[in-house]
């Protein structure tokens, strides 16, 4: 079964930082793009950022450009994205996603599946 | 930056039929995806590139493309269809993903 667990997700004071980890199992990790995808509360989705197979090739939302990272560790099937310098307006659920992409050269795609996600709260 | 625009709500009685708008103008060039969503649950896909069906969905669901609109039909709307359903494409250089802002469909 394919399997996504987010974790690292809390209270922090704006400004701090805090790191995201995904735990993938049950597909070959390394042969997908993966994305994370957030929800402010009571909110729309929005994408975060995407990151090749082998993390030569990364995109981010506007929003968050400088201030997140994401990366991956393909030896431990995991995702994580570094977010620094967060905000009030970053605080949502935070999902890793399978990133499936619709061309070889990932210029547009879907997710699927997706983990059940991990808050985000910035607030002092 | 680019935006797929949804309606906000739509509504039926079941067994009826509920059809899901979304329009962008690089909706010609990119395919279109549709996620449903049910209160305290992550997205689960329902259709990709326009119109196709994930093994597991429903054939009641299905997905259609014309121009900058794609559309989400759900025919013969069951009370468990009740949800939030995104659109979701990329920008016109394909490197950005973007959902639309979400349809709430309640079931009367």
């Known amino acids: 079964e394919v399997q996504l667990v987010e974790s690292g997700g809390g209270l922090v004071q704006p400004g701090g930082s805090l790191r995201l980890s995904c735990a993938a199992s049950?597909?070959?990790?390394?042969?997908?793009?993966m994305s994370w995808v957030r929800q402010a509360p009571g909110k729309g989705l929005e994408w975060v950022a995407n990151?090749?197979?082998?993390?030569?090739?990364?995109y981010y939302v506007d929003s968050v450009k400088g201030r997140f990272t994401i990366s991956r560790d393909n030896a431990k099937n995991s995702l994580y994205l570094q977010m620094n310098s967060l905000r009030a307006e970053d605080t949502a659920v935070y999902y890793c996603?399978?990133?499936?992409?619709?061309?070889?050269?990932?210029?547009?795609?879907?997710?699927?599946?997706w983990g059940q996600g991990t808050l985000v709260t910035v607030s002092s | 930056s680019y935006e797929l625009t949804q309606p906000p709500s739509v509504s039926v009685s079941p067994g009826q039929t509920a059809r899901i708008t979304c329009s962008g103008d690089?909706?010609?060039?990119?395919?279109a995806y549709w996620y449903q969503q049910k209160p305290g649950q992550a997205p689960v896909l329902v259709i990709y590139?326009?119109?196709e069906r994930p093994s597991g969905i429903p054939e009641r669901f299905s997905g259609s493309s014309s121009g900058t609109t794609v559309t989400l039909t759900i025919s013969g709307v069951q009370a468990e269809d009740e949800a939030d359903y995104y659109c979701?494409?990329?920008?016109?250089?394909?490197?950005?993903?973007?959902f639309g802002g979400g349809t709430k469909l309640t079931v009367l």
């Open positions: 979701q494409s990329a920008d016109s250089s394909g490197t950005s993903r973007v």
């Open positions: 990151i090749k197979q082998d993390g030569s090739e990364k």
């Open positions: 996603a399978r990133d499936y992409c619709s061309s070889t050269s990932c210029h547009g795609g879907w997710f699927d599946p």
């Open positions: 049950g597909f070959t990790f390394s042969s997908y793009w």
């Open positions: 690089a909706l010609p060039k990119q395919y």
């Open positions: 590139k326009d119109s």
